[in-house]
């Protein structure tokens, strides 16, 4: 069986600042090797959590423990195994993209060349540039490469994607992939359903500082999915469309109809969508309080 890594139990925080509960019962299990997706609204706890596991937080109700052990119990030997990527990247404006990396690394016993990682995420040409000078998404990308500067074993990262295009965000989830088939662990947040679904092995939904559900993208899709067919076709020059119910399709006369005379353009299972998933157990959990 794979070793858990993290394992949550019943985690309160109350930031002593203004008073807000952020999170009121958490808990979950992360195993050796999978990629963890923490889902939620915005302000629903997510970020919070990932702090607090991160210890960046530490007046925290309930248990954490890191690989069987009391993560206060730990000192700073914990940063050496965990790679962090947070939501509002921090650098120095000032200082070139290698002059930022070469400080963090500094941080760090363990290190990678990350030259050729730099390269990856499209910053081989700007790494002599002030970050000052950055755009918001050369900033996460940056970001990212930050996160492994030290080669972690467990890798936090809030929102990776937030505010790439889409062929950069291929390129992170391409590398979180990597980092997962190399035995990294990888803790994510994010409201992003298309993240969720090319990287999450499990999923935990989470509103209001509760974690209401967690699953597989997969479960969840064949739980909370409606059991239907859309069809679009067209008739008489011009497109229309028609939801069929899943279960008996075979002998539905009419959708059979549809199939045989070619009139087809596009033919969808209705299980596919996560965000409709996401809206209805966050919205009706809202609602039954
Ligand atoms: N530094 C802070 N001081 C006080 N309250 C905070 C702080 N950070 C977050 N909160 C509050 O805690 C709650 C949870 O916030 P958190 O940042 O964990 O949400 P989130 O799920 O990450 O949301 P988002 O998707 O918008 O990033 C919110 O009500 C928020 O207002
Ligand atoms: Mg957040």
């Not at 050729?116 to 970050?131: A, I, Q, Y």
């Amino acid at each position: 069986m794979a070793e858990t890594i993290f394992e949550v139990k019943n985690l309160a925080f109350t930031y002593p600042k203004n008073g807000v509960q952020a999170l009121k019962d958490v808990s979950f299990r992360v195993e050796k090797g999978e990629v963890f997706g923490l889902l939620g609204p915005s302000g629903a706890g997510k970020s919070t959590t990932q702090k607090i596991l991160t210890r960046l937080l530490k007046d925290y109700g309930g248990l954490v423990r890191y690989r069987g052990k009391n993560l206060r119990e730990y000192g700073d030997g914990f940063y050496e195994d965990i790679g962090v990527g947070f939501e509002l990247p921090v650098h120095f404006s000032k200082l070139t993209a290698v002059e930022n990396m070469d400080f963090f690394k500094r941080l760090y016993q363990k290190n990678i060349d990350y030259s050729s990682l730099m390269e990856r995420v499209g910053l081989g040409e700007d790494k002599n540039r002030l970050v000052g000078e950055f755009s918001k998404g050369m900033k996460v990308r940056l970001n990212f490469v930050r996160a492994l500067l030290n080669d972690p074993e467990v890798l936090f990262l809030d929102e990776p994607t937030n505010g790439l295009d889409p062929a950069n965000a291929r390129i992170i989830k391409d590398l979180v992939w990597e980092f997962k088939e190399r035995g990294g662990t990888v803790i994510l947040s994010t409201h992003l359903m298309n993240d969720v679904e090319e990287l999450c092995d499990r999923v935990a939904f989470i509103t209001q500082g509760v974690i209401r559900e967690i699953s597989t993208p997969r479960e969840l899709k064949i739980k909370h999915g409606r059991r239907e067919v859309r069809v679009e076709y067209h008739e008489n020059g011009r497109t229309k469309d028609k939801v069929f119910p899943l279960d008996g399709i075979g002998d539905n006369p009419e959708f059979l109809e549809i199939l045989k005379d070619g009139s087809v353009e596009t033919i969808h299972s209705g299980e596919t969508s996560l965000d409709e998933i996401f809206i209805k157990v966050t919205g009706e959990e809202i609602s039954h309080e």
